[in-house]
């Protein structure tokens, strides 16, 4: 069954061919089911591929399946190949399946969309582009999905093109974007040169030998990957078009922008975690970098009110948290963090979309309120995400997140630290949406009619509330043996061989649960702040953000990020551009081209 | 010297007596000639004379150099040649002239007389072996062209033209002739093969009187080829001028003065190459660049083709600079090419010009192009060769002279040629772009083309050769290898 | 002694009076007699070079450069006759049709 | 008469039958047009397939005395490096035809006379072997495209455009022609054998002073051609000016014999010179690729964008020559056909605009999307392969481009990487505002999608658009063996004086362990 893996990529290819050639005489609902089914079969393959990989021994759980030859040129060789392990399954599995639970509950969500062909055509090539970055043997196609996927992005960003913000946000994703591949692009330029090769394997094989640890080689091409991760993932400082991100469609949001995508990057470090245990500073500056990430989006998080940009802020902070994690070492934690947030901002989005979709469009969480007894179905499975990416046990966000701050603490405080004022404050913004969203007073318009979402949107929600409580459990770290995950993944990351801090941890039972326990009584604090400030004396909010007004304004306006990229680098560039073409171009060049014509004409003019 | 001077030879001068003989002809038969519609049966003549002097001038190709008239004139590859070239131009001009001639109201017997005497003049300078015969071949070519200059009879401007052309001729004859006078004081003999001889002996070749007799004889010829700076007669005659006379004049005088010049300066005066190689660099330089430059902003088809012809002389100075045998046979080479493709230009003129000197200006030309195609490209075809670009015969000629000069070393004058004729292509794209890229401004008389069998004929054999010669050079260029072989 | 320098050197000043004049002068005809004056000069050039040399030569030229001088004569004095009748005027300054 | 011959001649046999033909019946004409050189085409895909794979010298060789006297010969044949150039040409001749169809209107007969001598100059450029030739070829060129920007161009400024196309190459090209006769008389002079073949002339060593010169001249004609910053200025003239397939053409085709040049004449013939110049052309490029890039950013044409935009993608293709590496090189030749189809393409897209809306401004656009679906999806797919997004063409040749130029120099490739951000900004941009956003000008409400010609032909180039990004094995195969000869003639006689080279490959070897490093210089 490994060598049948293309089949996974095949089958969202044959849907973007079915649905973007012959797909205009079809209908909806079939094109739907095209759609849905393709993204079915690659989760099937996947489970089933799976199936056959956990029952090998840890050793023999890697390999390769090699299609053919794609570039063979010099002492390039890079195959259009696959590379079969835990981490890829792991990451295939996460994709596909909640790829598919998005499927079907956009057949519901986009039912009336004019584009509804175009839509499901983006959304197939985007998994297929997705399977392709987790399931590729080398940099290079890595490369291929990387930017697939941002192009997917770009589509479905500014898929109502019509319009001019998304199309506006579609391409600040793409160029950003562009700017973390070229640091993506160097570090592949600079791993040839030193391995001559682009392959996983053969690259992880030689770096021990051929690198010298904590080495400037090493260094560089970790710090150069990262700035990829950082476009695609969203960190500081190149995280500011995933806000933006959100004028795409909801099931969008959810997929591509919270669940799968966007944590490409966090796979990417992940898979590239020899490299990185072999570059201590690279290690220092990714945590740091994701754990002021995880801080400083969250602050925004706190004043937004446009509940989809609340969840955008929540999950570059979350983003932050799994570099955070990838940072101090525990790659496993990393990708824990990743499947489950997978599962719950999934949901969330999901919800938003719900709730959206009953509110006619409006994102404005000033104009709902109350929506609770209108929409239960919706509440509940928001809720049960709530408390997950908040962190509450025994849902999945409590595990990951806090095998994430153990490991922290076991790094330094201050990470630490950061970790758990971010978790803080997550916990805040999340409750502060479901009181103003679901409880508390109807600021709803009046002329909007609110209503449940049908079946279709309603079922993805139930499957996935589910996941968000259990998918935690695969990963518990108390149970002996019940860190399934872990073992499943820990071999990959032990090749370069240091200790795992998770594994200390194992040692310290106690101060751990201790910590848990910390975190979990912090939480629900929040909450409770939370429901004080926002149910119970809605009028405090005022007077304090009155106190810290210029503290507020600056955080509310999210640091004026976006103006200051405009005004210290996109304007000076535009200009210097304009001054190279109307004064460079037209009259140094061209004019000295004119100049010596005139002056052989009126040398002419001279002799007659 | 080794010479053999032999006897008189008539047949030496057989083209000559052939051409006369056509051209007495012509004058007894216009006594004849009752309207104008038997004008043409005065062309013919003239035209089967050239065919006849042809004949006989082919005859002497190949065989070993024969001398007549005690050594004064020769019948050789190089005079053959040359006497080719002349009646090649001669004859097509007078084909060209039929229609014209009528058109203009031109008295057909003269005119068709002297352009014989013309073409006379030119074979004889060509197969002048003597200073004085050389002078006398200049001289019925200058004294006839004169004449044909001033034969638009209803032009004021021709007459003008005339005027200054016999002025300028009869100035720079002053100056030929003191060179020969000095030349012979230096060396004791007119006679190009004992200067040559005496030369060759000579230890000091310092003496000022050979100096000043070879640049004054450089001045004449200068004059004959419009070399800069004595090209400022040459844009006024040309302009002035009949236009078949016009492309007789650049083509036929030019060739028979570099005949001439070569025959001397290459021939007898090699010993003092040095010397004359220095000016004549000096000289083909201001030349093309003068010609070029100046024919920018010409808005007279005739007096940009006069620059045009200016900066060719200069381009065919570099092969004479160049010398040895590739330098020698580029400018046979180039002459020949030139001929034909200039005359073909000047045909095109003719075409479009109308009697009175109207539509001569380049916007006369402005949608030409697209009404009648042909005509269109046939110009496009000789601007493009003008221009020297491939696959055209002008192009073949550029390169061989450049190759000429390369071969030699002359590689800063090759710069300065390519770079000229890129200016060059300038003026002659100006004149495709007015055909093929322009209407004509709305309100304009749509120029009325004018067409006659024998101008087509010429177009015809200009635009063959124009594109054969470019395309197939091998046999022409061999033709001017094996004229040279006397100066090896 | 008048040697054979003197009368090259006579011929030169002719012969340069002759361009100057050919220079200076507006009037055509003035102009045509400058040019015959340098014809003269190279016909006085050719005889005492002819002369010192010993050789017929230059004796013979000379008398080609008058016939041709007297065709020249012919037809120039024609020509500017014929021009004359149009313009009513034989300076050269004002035959200005042509750029000159 | 063998098959190269047959192919540069069948367009003119084209020609002169159309030459012959009616005027009053341009549907005739454009039959016998569009059959030449669709036959012309099938002829050509016998190059493919008798072209041996793995060989890297030429083949198919067709010789034939010319001009013996000067020992000028009639030599044609193809390598790796010409063979899919001379392919390009035939197939966007094809499609040039068929873009015409209903475009060009006025002077048809011209026209299409014009096209198949251009097709015929084109394929003889590649193909030529000896320098006369290839010089005779190389010029020809210029008159069937000057008449057609200046004929059929934009009235306006298509004149100026025409001559100064004209002019800036003939400029180049008559140095090239000194520098061509030089290097003759100083082969016929050291070997005694005057002879234009480049075979011979590949075996001469010349002096390193002697090299310096002709390697600027034969430089000189490229750079402009390519063209190179800061010889470029013609270039959005003449694209901006020309008509849609004069534009195609000269994208496709036409820039990509300065490069190739570069390739055929300027490496192998000068060795020495060209490691010295290496710095100065890397450099120049370099260059180009940004200012290029910045400058296409702010234009209000959307032609001159993209003209602009081709100044950038070109600079890559030079840079990857000059990394002088098998990876670089190939990248560069891989580049150059990619070229040829994403901005064949790009015209293409921008001139069917053209006809319908009848101006090229940005500003007159926008939304065009909703009401031309269709045309929306190509004109997509080929502004992404332009940006270079991997699994489509344009990737391929940049990411070898970018390792070739990272081994030679990594600061190469760091500002070379820039350009593909700015790419996708300007790209984007433009697309942006073309196609997104509503349709707020009346004009563009009722504009008609493709038709069924117009779409067959994107359909064309966006099927190699995507075959050269899936699948470049069959090209790479077949270009990388004669590359490796040239690159071993610079080799040979260069590397004595490549510090650059030498300095990339032991710097990383410097820092970290060395067993690696000694092995994988470019062999």
Same mark, same amino acid.
Request: net charge neutral.
């Given at each position: 069954?490994?060598?049948?893996?293309?089949?996974?990529?095949?089958?969202?290819?044959?849907?973007?061919?079915?649905?973007?050639?012959?797909?205009?005489?079809?209908?909806?609902?079939?094109?739907?089911?095209?759609?849905?089914?393709?993204?079915?079969?690659?989760?099937?393959?996947?489970?089933?591929?799976?199936?056959?990989?956990?029952?090998?021994?840890?050793?023999?759980?890697?390999?390769?399946?090699?299609?053919?030859?794609?570039?063979?040129?010099?002492?390039?060789?890079?195959?259009?190949?696959?590379?079969?392990?835990?981490?890829?399954?792991?990451?295939?599995?996460?994709?596909?399946?909640?790829?598919?639970?998005?499927?079907?509950?956009?057949?519901?969500?986009?039912?009336?969309?004019?584009?509804?062909?175009?839509?499901?055509?983006?959304?197939?090539?985007?998994?297929?582009?997705?399977?392709?970055?987790?399931?590729?043997?080398?940099?290079?196609?890595?490369?291929?999905?990387?930017?697939?996927?941002?192009?997917?992005?770009?589509?479905?960003?500014?898929?109502?093109?019509?319009?001019?913000?998304?199309?506006?946000?579609?391409?600040?994703?793409?160029?950003?974007?562009?700017?973390?591949?070229?640091?993506?692009?160097?570090?592949?330029?600079?791993?040839?040169?030193?391995?001559?090769?682009?392959?996983?394997?053969?690259?992880?094989?030689?770096?021990?030998?051929?690198?010298?640890?904590?080495?400037?080689?090493?260094?560089?091409?970790?710090?150069?990957?990262?700035?990829?991760?950082?476009?695609?993932?969203?960190?500081?400082?190149?995280?500011?078009?995933?806000?933006?991100?959100?004028?795409?469609?909801?099931?969008?949001?959810?997929?591509?922008?919270?669940?799968?995508?966007?944590?490409?990057?966090?796979?990417?470090?992940?898979?590239?975690?020899?490299?990185?245990?072999?570059?201590?500073?690279?290690?220092?500056?990714?945590?740091?970098?994701?754990?002021?990430?995880?801080?400083?989006?969250?602050?925004?998080?706190?004043?937004?009110?446009?509940?989809?940009?609340?969840?955008?802020?929540?999950?570059?902070?979350?983003?932050?948290?799994?570099?955070?994690?990838?940072?101090?070492?525990?790659?496993?934690?990393?990708?824990?963090?990743?499947?489950?947030?997978?599962?719950?901002?999934?949901?969330?989005?999901?919800?938003?979309? @719900?709730?959206?979709?009953?509110?006619?469009?409006?994102?404005?969480?000033?104009?709902?309120?109350?929506?609770?007894?209108?929409?239960?179905?919706?509440?509940?499975?928001?809720?049960?995400?709530?408390?997950?990416?908040?962190?509450?046990?025994?849902?999945?966000?409590?595990?990951?997140?806090?095998?994430?701050?153990?490991?922290?603490?076991?790094?330094?405080?201050?990470?630490?630290?950061?970790?758990?004022?971010?978790?803080?404050?997550?916990?805040?913004?999340?409750?502060?949406?479901?009181?103003?969203?679901?409880?508390?007073?109807?600021?709803?318009?009046?002329?909007?009619?609110?209503?449940?979402?049908?079946?279709?949107?309603?079922?993805?929600?139930?499957?996935?509330?589910?996941?968000?409580?259990?998918?935690?459990?695969?990963?518990?770290?108390?149970?002996?043996?019940?860190?399934?995950?872990?073992?499943?993944?820990?071999?990959?990351?032990?090749?370069?061989?240091?200790?795992?801090?998770?594994?200390?941890?194992?040692?310290?039972?106690?101060?751990?649960?201790?910590?848990?326990?910390? @975190?979990?009584?912090?939480?629900?604090?929040?909450?409770?702040?939370?429901?004080?400030?926002?149910?119970?004396?809605?009028?405090?909010?005022?007077?304090?953000?009155?106190?810290?007004?210029?503290?507020?304004?600056?955080?509310?306006?999210?640091?004026?990020?976006?103006?200051?990229?405009?005004?210290?680098?996109?304007?000076?560039?535009?200009?210097?551009?304009?001054?190279?073409?109307?004064?460079?171009?037209?009259?140094?060049?061209?004019?000295?081209?004119?100049?010596?014509?005139?002056?052989?004409?009126?040398?002419?003019?001279?002799?007659? | 010297?080794?010479?053999?001077?032999?006897?008189?030879?008539?047949?030496?001068?057989?083209?000559?007596?052939?051409?006369?003989?056509?051209?007495?002809?012509?004058?007894?038969?216009?006594?004849?000639?009752?309207?104008?519609?038997?004008?043409?049966?005065?062309?013919?003549?003239?035209?089967?004379?050239?065919?006849?002097?042809?004949?006989?001038?082919?005859?002497?190709?190949?065989?070993?150099?024969?001398?007549?008239?005690?050594?004064?004139?020769?019948?050789?590859?190089?005079?053959?040649?040359?006497?080719?070239?002349?009646?090649?131009?001669?004859?097509?001009?007078?084909?060209?002239?039929?229609?014209?001639?009528?058109?203009?109201?031109?008295?057909?017997?003269?005119?068709?007389?002297?352009?014989?005497?013309?073409?006379?003049?030119?074979?004889?300078?060509?197969?002048?072996?003597?200073?004085?015969?050389?002078?006398?071949?200049?001289?019925?070519?200058?004294?006839?062209?004169?004449?044909?200059?001033?034969?638009?009879?209803?032009?004021?401007?021709?007459?003008?033209?005339?005027?200054?052309?016999?002025?300028?001729?009869?100035?720079?004859?002053?100056?030929?002739?003191?060179?020969?006078?000095?030349?012979?004081?230096?060396?004791?003999?007119? +006679?190009?093969?004992?200067?040559?001889?005496?030369?060759?002996?000579?230890?000091?070749?310092?003496?000022?009187?050979?100096?000043?007799?070879?640049?004054?004889?450089?001045?004449?010829?200068?004059?004959?080829?419009?070399?800069?700076?004595?090209?400022?007669?040459?844009?006024?005659?040309?302009?002035?001028?009949?236009?078949?006379?016009?492309?007789?004049?650049?083509?036929?005088?030019?060739?028979?003065?570099?005949?001439?010049? &070569?025959?001397?300066?290459?021939?007898?005066?090699?010993?003092?190459?040095?010397?004359?190689?220095?000016?004549?660099?000096?000289?083909?330089?201001?030349?093309?660049?003068?010609?070029?430059?100046?024919?920018? +902003?010409?808005?007279?088809?005739?007096?940009?083709?006069?620059?045009?012809?200016?900066?060719?002389?200069?381009?065919?100075?570099?092969?004479?600079?160049?010398?040895?045998?590739?330098?020698?046979?580029?400018?046979?080479?180039?002459?020949?090419?030139?001929?034909?493709?200039?005359?073909?230009?000047?045909?095109?003129?003719?075409?479009?010009?109308?009697?009175?000197?109207?539509?001569?200006?380049?916007?006369?030309?402005?949608?030409?192009?697209? +009404?009648?195609?042909?005509?269109?490209?046939?110009?496009?075809?000789?601007?493009?060769?003008?221009?020297?670009?491939?696959?055209?015969?002008?192009?073949?000629?550029?390169?061989?002279?450049?190759?000429?000069?390369?071969?030699?070393?002359?590689?800063?004058?090759?710069?300065?040629?390519?770079?000229?004729?890129?200016?060059?292509?300038?003026?002659? &794209? +100006?004149?495709?772009?007015?055909?093929?890229?322009?209407?004509?401004?709305?309100?304009?008389?749509?120029?009325?083309?004018?067409?006659?069998?024998?101008?087509?004929?010429?177009?015809?054999?200009?635009?063959?050769?124009?594109?054969?010669?470019?395309?197939?050079?091998?046999?022409?260029?061999?033709?001017?290898?094996?004229?040279?072989?006397?100066?090896? | 002694?008048?040697?054979?320098?003197?009368?090259?050197?006579?011929?030169?000043?002719?012969?340069?009076?002759?361009?100057?004049?050919?220079?200076?002068?507006?009037?055509?005809?003035?102009?045509?007699?400058?040019?015959?004056?340098?014809?003269?000069?190279?016909?006085?050039?050719?005889?005492?070079?002819?002369?010192?040399?010993?050789?017929?030569?230059?004796?013979?030229?000379?008398?080609?450069?008058?016939?041709?001088?007297?065709?020249?004569?012919?037809?120039?004095?024609?020509?500017?006759?014929?021009?004359?009748?149009?313009?009513?005027?034989?300076?050269?300054?004002?035959?200005?049709?042509?750029?000159? | 008469?063998?098959?190269?011959?047959?192919?540069?001649?069948?367009?003119?046999?084209?020609?002169?039958?159309?030459?012959?033909?009616?005027?009053?019946?341009?549907?005739?004409?454009?039959?016998?047009?569009?059959?030449?050189?669709?036959?012309?085409?099938?002829?050509?895909?016998?190059?493919?397939?008798?072209?041996?794979?793995?060989?890297?010298?030429?083949?198919?060789?067709?010789?034939?005395?010319?001009?013996?006297?000067?020992?000028?010969?009639?030599?044609?044949?193809?390598?790796?490096?010409?063979?899919?150039?001379?392919?390009?040409?035939?197939?966007?001749?094809?499609?040039?035809?068929?873009?015409?169809?209903?475009?060009?209107?006025?002077?048809?007969?011209?026209?299409?006379?014009?096209?198949?001598?251009?097709?015929?100059?084109?394929?003889?450029?590649?193909?030529?072997?000896?320098?006369?030739?290839?010089?005779?070829?190389?010029?020809?060129?210029?008159?069937?495209?000057?008449?057609?920007?200046?004929?059929?161009?934009?009235?306006?400024?298509?004149?100026?455009?025409?001559?100064?196309?004209?002019?800036?190459?003939?400029?180049?090209?008559?140095?090239?022609?000194?520098?061509?006769?030089?290097?003759?008389?100083?082969?016929?002079?050291?070997?005694?054998?005057?002879?234009?073949?480049?075979?011979?002339?590949?075996?001469?060593?010349?002096?390193?002073?002697?090299?310096?010169?002709?390697?600027?001249?034969?430089?000189?004609?490229?750079?402009?051609?390519?063209?190179?910053?800061?010889?470029?200025?013609?270039?959005?003239?003449?694209?901006?000016?020309?008509?849609?397939?004069?534009?195609?053409?000269?994208?496709?085709?036409?820039?990509?014999?300065?490069?190739?040049?570069?390739?055929?004449?300027?490496?192998?013939?000068?060795?020495?010179?060209?490691?010295?110049?290496?710095?100065?052309?890397?450099?120049?490029?370099?260059?180009?690729?940004?200012?290029?890039?910045?400058?296409?950013?702010?234009?209000?044409?959307?032609?001159?964008?993209?003209?602009?935009?081709?100044?950038?993608?070109?600079?890559?293709?030079?840079?990857?020559?000059?990394?002088?590496?098998?990876?670089?090189?190939?990248?560069?030749?891989?580049?150059?056909?990619?070229?040829?189809?994403?901005?064949?393409?790009?015209?293409?897209?921008?001139?069917?605009?053209?006809?319908?809306?009848?101006?090229?401004?940005?500003?007159?656009?926008?939304?065009?999307?909703?009401?031309?679906?269709?045309?929306?999806?190509?004109?997509?797919?080929?502004?992404?392969?332009?940006?270079?997004?991997?699994?489509?063409?344009?990737?391929?040749?940049?990411?070898?481009?970018?390792?070739?130029?990272?081994?030679?120099?990594?600061?190469?490739?760091?500002?070379?990487?820039?350009?593909?951000?700015?790419?996708?900004?300007?790209?984007?941009?433009?697309?942006?505002?073309?196609?997104?956003?509503?349709?707020?000008?009346?004009?563009?409400?009722?504009?008609?999608?493709?038709?069924?010609?117009?779409?067959?032909?994107?359909?064309?180039?966006?099927?190699?658009?995507?075959?050269?990004?899936?699948?470049?094995?069959?090209?790479?195969?077949?270009?990388?063996?004669?590359?490796?000869?040239?690159?071993?003639?610079?080799?040979?006689?260069?590397?004595?004086?490549?510090?650059?080279?030498?300095?990339?490959?032991?710097?990383?070897?410097?820092?970290?362990?060395?067993?690696?490093?000694?092995?994988?210089?470019?062999?």
């Amino acid at each position: 069954m490994i060598d049948k893996i293309w089949l996974v990529v095949l089958f969202p290819l044959l849907g973007v061919v079915i649905n973007g050639l012959a797909g205009i005489k079809l209908p909806r609902k079939v094109i739907g089911a095209i759609g849905s089914l393709a993204i079915l079969g690659s989760f099937i393959t996947a489970c089933l591929i799976f199936v056959e990989v956990a029952g090998h021994g840890s050793a023999e759980r890697v390999s390769e399946v090699v299609l053919f030859t794609w570039i063979g040129c010099g002492s390039l060789q890079v195959n259009a190949g696959f590379l079969v392990d835990p981490l890829s399954l792991v990451m295939m599995l996460t994709v596909s399946g909640v790829s598919f639970i998005i499927h079907v509950y956009s057949t519901g969500y986009m039912a009336e969309d004019e584009g509804f062909r175009r839509y499901f055509t983006y959304l197939n090539l985007f998994v297929f582009f997705m399977l392709i970055l987790v399931s590729a043997n080398s940099f290079l196609l890595m490369f291929v999905g990387w930017e697939g996927v941002g192009l997917c992005s770009y589509l479905l960003i500014g898929f109502w093109y019509q319009r001019q913000a998304p199309a506006d946000a579609g391409k600040k994703a793409f160029v950003v974007n562009r700017v973390g591949d070229y640091g993506f692009l160097l570090a592949m330029l600079l791993i040839f040169v030193t391995f001559n090769t682009l392959d996983f394997n053969k690259v992880f094989a030689a770096a021990p030998q051929v690198l010298e640890k904590g080495g400037l080689a090493v260094t560089l091409m970790t710090l150069l990957l990262f700035v990829g991760a950082c476009g695609k993932s969203a960190q500081i400082p190149l995280y500011v078009w995933l806000p933006d991100a959100m004028e795409g469609p909801t099931p969008v949001s959810a997929l591509i922008h919270a669940a799968t995508m966007v944590t490409a990057g966090v796979y990417m470090v992940a898979r590239c975690a020899t490299l990185y245990s072999m570059a201590p500073i690279s290690m220092e500056v990714v945590a740091i970098i994701g754990c002021l990430t995880a801080l400083f989006a969250a602050s925004i998080g706190l004043l937004q009110n446009d509940i989809k940009r609340v969840l955008a802020y929540s999950t570059i902070s979350q983003l932050g948290y799994m570099f955070l994690a990838c940072g101090v070492g525990v790659f496993t934690a990393g990708i824990f963090h990743l499947v489950t947030h997978a599962f719950f901002k999934a949901l969330l989005f999901l919800g938003a979309g @719900s709730v959206m979709h009953g509110m006619s469009g409006e994102l404005d969480m000033r104009k709902m309120g109350g929506l609770k007894t209108k929409m239960p179905w919706t509440y509940g499975t928001f809720l049960i995400g709530t408390l997950a990416l908040a962190g509450i046990f025994p849902f999945a966000g409590f595990f990951s997140k806090d095998e994430i701050l153990w490991a922290a603490l076991q790094k330094s405080p201050a990470l630490w630290l950061g970790g758990a004022v971010g978790a803080f404050m997550t916990a805040f913004y999340m409750f502060r949406a479901v009181f103003m969203t679901f409880h508390g007073e109807s600021r709803i318009e009046s002329h909007v009619h609110v209503h449940e979402s049908p079946g279709s949107m309603i079922l993805p929600l139930c499957v996935l509330a589910v996941l968000s409580v259990a998918g935690g459990w695969i990963g518990l770290p108390l149970i002996a043996g019940g860190n399934q995950l872990k073992e499943f993944l820990q071999p990959l990351f032990s090749v370069a061989g240091h200790a795992a801090p998770a594994e200390q941890a194992a040692h310290e039972v106690g101060l751990e649960i201790t910590m848990m326990l910390v @975190s979990l009584g912090i939480a629900l604090s929040v909450i409770g702040l939370a429901w004080f400030m926002y149910i119970k004396k809605p009028l405090l909010l005022e007077k304090l953000s009155a106190r810290f007004s210029s503290l507020y304004r600056l955080v509310y306006n999210k640091y004026f990020v976006d103006e200051a990229y405009d005004a210290l680098i996109i304007q000076p560039i535009k200009n210097s551009s304009l001054w190279l073409w109307r004064l460079f171009d037209e009259k140094v060049i061209d004019g000295a081209v004119h100049g010596t014509a005139a002056l052989v004409l009126g040398a002419s003019g001279a002799l007659r | 010297m080794g010479i053999e001077t032999g006897t008189v030879m008539l047949s030496i001068i057989g083209p000559e007596v052939v051409l006369v003989l056509a051209a007495l002809g012509i004058m007894m038969t216009d006594l004849f000639v009752k309207s104008d519609s038997e004008q043409p049966f005065l062309m013919w003549i003239g035209f089967v004379g050239m065919l006849g002097a042809l004949a006989v001038s082919a005859s002497f190709w190949g065989k070993e150099a024969a001398y007549g008239f005690y050594g004064m004139v020769v019948a050789d590859n190089f005079s053959a040649f040359f006497t080719t070239l002349f009646l090649i131009a001669g004859g097509l001009t007078l084909l060209m002239s039929s229609g014209y001639v009528r058109a203009q109201g031109i008295a057909a017997g003269e005119y068709y007389t002297l352009t014989l005497f013309a073409t006379t003049g030119m074979v004889l300078m060509a197969q002048s072996t003597d200073l004085i015969m050389l002078f006398l071949g200049l001289e019925v070519l200058s004294v006839s062209l004169y004449v044909l200059a001033g034969m638009a009879q209803d032009s004021t401007r021709s007459a003008e033209s005339s005027l200054k052309y016999f002025m300028l001729g009869a100035f720079s004859t002053g100056f030929l002739l003191y060179g020969i006078a000095l030349l012979y004081g230096a060396c004791g003999s007119t +006679r190009l093969a004992d200067i040559g001889s005496v030369l060759a002996q000579k230890q000091i070749l310092r003496e000022p009187m050979l100096l000043a007799g070879m640049g004054l004889l450089l001045t004449g010829f200068g004059f004959k080829i419009a070399m800069a700076p004595f090209h400022r007669w040459a844009p006024d005659v040309y302009e002035g001028a009949p236009t078949p006379i016009t492309g007789f004049m650049s083509v036929g005088v030019k060739a028979a003065a570099f005949a001439a010049l &070569l025959r001397v300066f290459a021939g007898s005066l090699a010993a003092l190459s040095p010397h004359w190689k220095e000016l004549l660099w000096i000289g083909s330089v201001l030349t093309m660049t003068i010609g070029n430059v100046a024919a920018l +902003r010409q808005t007279n088809i005739k007096r940009m083709l006069a620059y045009s012809s200016i900066a060719h002389a200069g381009y065919i100075l570099i092969g004479v600079v160049a010398g040895g045998s590739a330098g020698t046979g580029a400018v046979l080479y180039y002459l020949l090419v030139y001929t034909l493709m200039n005359i073909g230009a000047f045909a095109v003129v003719i075409t479009i010009e109308q009697k009175g000197e109207k539509n001569l200006n380049l916007s006369a030309y402005a949608g030409i192009g697209s +009404r009648h195609l042909a005509l269109g490209a046939a110009m496009a075809v000789f601007m493009f060769s003008l221009a020297g670009i491939p696959p055209f015969s002008g192009f073949m000629g550029k390169f061989y002279i450049f190759s000429a000069a390369v071969k030699e070393g002359y590689i800063g004058l090759t710069i300065i040629a390519v770079l000229n004729s890129l200016v060059s292509v300038y003026y002659y &794209l +100006r004149v495709t772009v007015m055909m093929f890229m322009q209407e004509p401004e709305s309100g304009a008389e749509e120029a009325a083309v004018f067409f006659h069998p024998a101008l087509a004929g010429v177009l015809l054999i200009a635009i063959f050769f124009t594109v054969q010669m470019g395309l197939f050079p091998s046999s022409y260029l061999q033709f001017a290898q094996d004229s040279i072989k006397m100066f090896l | 002694m008048v040697g054979t320098t003197q009368y090259l050197v006579l011929g030169a000043v002719l012969f340069c009076i002759g361009v100057a004049g050919v220079f200076i002068r507006r009037n055509a005809i003035v102009v045509f007699m400058c040019i015959e004056l340098m014809l003269s000069a190279v016909s006085l050039t050719f005889i005492a070079l002819s002369r010192s040399q010993g050789s017929i030569d230059g004796q013979i030229f000379v008398f080609f450069i008058m016939t041709v001088a007297a065709a020249e004569a012919a037809v120039g004095l024609a020509i500017i006759l014929s021009l004359y009748r149009r313009r009513q005027t034989i300076n050269v300054d004002e035959f200005d049709l042509l750029k000159w | 008469m063998g098959l190269i011959s047959l192919l540069i001649f069948l367009p003119l046999a084209g020609a002169v039958l159309i030459a012959l033909g009616p005027r009053e019946k341009p549907g005739l004409l454009r039959g016998i047009a569009l059959t030449t050189s669709v036959a012309t085409f099938l002829l050509s895909l016998g190059l493919f397939t008798r072209f041996v794979a793995g060989e890297g010298g030429f083949q198919l060789v067709e010789m034939r005395p010319w001009v013996p006297g000067l020992g000028i010969t009639y030599r044609v044949g193809i390598d790796g490096i010409s063979l899919f150039l001379v392919l390009l040409s035939t197939l966007l001749s094809v499609v040039a035809m068929a873009a015409s169809w209903s475009d060009i209107k006025v002077r048809v007969k011209e026209f299409m006379i014009c096209l198949l001598f251009l097709e015929t100059g084109m394929i003889g450029v590649f193909v030529a072997l000896d320098l006369f030739l290839f010089y005779v070829f190389w010029e020809v060129m210029l008159i069937p495209m000057y008449l057609l920007i200046g004929i059929w161009g934009n009235p306006g400024r298509r004149i100026y455009a025409a001559v100064k196309f004209f002019l800036f190459t003939m400029f180049g090209s008559l140095l090239m022609l000194v520098a061509i006769l030089v290097m003759y008389f100083y082969h016929g002079k050291t070997t005694g054998i005057y002879t234009f073949d480049l075979m011979s002339w590949y075996n001469l060593k010349l002096p390193l002073s002697m090299q310096v010169w002709l390697f600027l001249a034969f430089g000189l004609a490229f750079a402009i051609k390519v063209p190179m910053f800061p010889f470029h200025t013609w270039l959005p003239d003449a694209h901006t000016e020309a008509p849609t397939v004069g534009s195609v053409l000269l994208a496709a085709v036409l820039l990509k014999m300065g490069t190739y040049g570069f390739l055929r004449f300027n490496l192998p013939l000068f060795p020495e010179a060209t490691v010295m110049f290496v710095p100065l052309l890397a450099g120049l490029s370099l260059v180009g690729i940004i200012y290029g890039a910045l400058v296409a950013m702010v234009q209000v044409d959307v032609k001159r964008l993209v003209a602009f935009s081709s100044v950038s993608h070109m600079g890559f293709v030079v840079l990857g020559i000059f990394a002088l590496n098998v990876e670089g090189m190939t990248g560069a030749m891989l580049q150059m056909l990619n070229h040829g189809f994403s901005t064949g393409a790009l015209f293409l897209i921008v001139g069917m605009i053209y006809e319908r809306r009848h101006t090229r401004m940005i500003a007159d656009f926008g939304g065009l999307s909703t009401v031309m679906p269709v045309f929306a999806t190509f004109f997509l797919i080929v502004a992404l392969s332009s940006i270079g997004l991997p699994g489509l063409n344009g990737f391929v040749g940049e990411f070898l481009v970018l390792l070739g130029a990272f081994q030679a120099e990594p600061l190469w490739a760091v500002v070379a990487g820039l350009g593909l951000i700015l790419a996708a900004v300007y790209m984007l941009w433009m697309f942006q505002r073309v196609m997104f956003g509503e349709v707020d000008k009346e004009e563009n409400r009722g504009l008609k999608d493709l038709n069924l010609r117009e779409a067959a032909l994107l359909l064309v180039m966006v099927f190699f658009i995507i075959q050269f990004g899936v699948y470049p094995k069959p090209y790479i195969d077949r270009i990388e063996p004669s590359l490796k000869l040239v690159l071993k003639r610079v080799e040979e006689r260069g590397a004595p004086l490549r510090p650059a080279a030498a300095t990339a490959a032991e710097k990383p070897a410097a820092a970290t362990a060395p067993q690696h490093f000694t092995t994988q210089h470019h062999n």
